[in-house]
């Protein structure tokens, strides 16, 4: 069986590996695994510039490059996830109709909304933890957010009928795959944050489940668009969570 690391690290960010082969629907469920170790990657390429920033850069400066390097390493994916769902959920009467809305690749009032917000609070956020002197928190929240979107495809079935690339995540959850990425995240997380991760993740274990049981309803299920905002919420979550030093 072959190394799916690449497949996670391709998919979420926008860094290159040589030679990737096509993947198959099993081989992007099994990549799940990796997704805790990918937002370890991306939260060491967050704390080392965050650190490098500050030493050219005043704090708001900073945080306002730091904001966008985490949209331009991850391609915006999860943002635009965010925007179609915002869209979706406000604009539809019916799950059909969300779906057929979050589908649209155009960008609606509720979509440039929930960007805005969501982009303001990291930034501030940002500034809370380095006022605070918690800059390692950049370490934590990426693999927090990015273990929830497994966890969220654990907990779903897929909502679109006639399938799509989120539903080889839902159907290839497995329990031996989050169990795998749940060991990792805290192995991960209490290496970068220490004990104080371990209340942070069953905080977002709860909001993700919760999450699950929202787009139940709403969706009639979770697409990649929904996996991509709660990635987002998530983000902010935790680093909400950091800045209160909870």
Known sequence: ???????????????PWPRLPLAAGP????????????????????????LGLTIVFPTLVAAALLLGLSVVITRGLHLDGLADT??????????????????????????????????????????????????????????????????LAYFSPYARPEGGLGQAMTSGAGGSTILGATVSTLLLATAAA???????????????????????????????????AVNELLEVLVLALLAAQL
């Open 86 to 151: 915002a869209d979706g959920l406000a604009g539809g009467q019916t799950p059909e109709a969300r779906r057929r809305i979050m589908k649209d690749s155009r960008l609606g009032a509720f979509g440039a909304m929930s960007l805005v917000l969501v982009l303001l609070l990291k930034y501030t956020l940002f500034l809370g933890l380095a006022n605070k002197g918690l800059s390692r928190g950049f370490l934590l929240y990426p693999i927090v957010s990015r273990w929830g979107m497994v966890l």
């Open 194 to 228: 220490g004990l104080k991760a371990l209340p942070i993740i069953g905080v977002s274990a709860v909001v993700t489940w919760l999450a699950s049981r929202y787009f139940r309803r709403q969706v009639g299920g979770v697409t990649g668009d929904t996996l991509g």
């Open 27 to 50: 081989e992007l469920a099994r990549s799940l695994f990796w997704f805790p170790w990918v937002g370890a990657l991306l939260g060491l390429l967050f704390w080392g510039s965050w």
């Open 1 to 15: 069986m072959k190394c799916t690391l690449p497949l996670a690290l391709t998919f979420l960010t926008i860094l």
